[in-house]
Nanobody
């Protein structure tokens, strides 16, 4: 059974940084796409960043240059380093995963596994 557990959320001031972690268990696929999503109250869920098993990454335009997605395969952990945070980054952040090889791993993939989310709040 695949489990994804996010951590690292919190409250920071505008311009600050946070690093989110997503610990994966029961996930033994050699080819996969993993991603970070966020959803603010009253807004649709948005794909933030994604990374595949080869290490190729993709980012939403709104976070390019500020956020970095990475993975530690030895620890089965996905990360999202968020710098220069803005109030509009405030949202619940979710980790997601899906098995398979994709031409382009991104937020448009139909992810089948999801974590419970971690809240990020950025104050001005």
């Amino acid at each position: 059974q695949v489990q994804l557990v996010e951590s690292g959320g919190g409250s920071v001031q505008s311009g600050g940084s946070l690093r989110l972690s997503c610990a994966a268990s029961g996930y033994t696929y050699s080819s996969y796409c993993m991603g970070w999503f966020r959803q603010a109250p009253g807004k649709e869920r948005e794909g933030v960043a994604a990374i595949d098993s080869d290490g190729s990454t993709s980012y939403a335009d709104s976070v390019k240059g500020r956020f970095t997605i990475s993975q530690d395969n030895a620890k089965n952990t996905l990360y999202l380093q968020m710098n220069s945070l803005k109030p509009e980054d405030t949202a619940m952040y979710y980790c997601a995963a899906e098995a398979g090889a994709y031409d382009y791993c991104s937020g448009s993939i139909a992810f089948g596994y999801w974590g419970q989310g971690t809240q990020v709040t950025v104050s001005s």
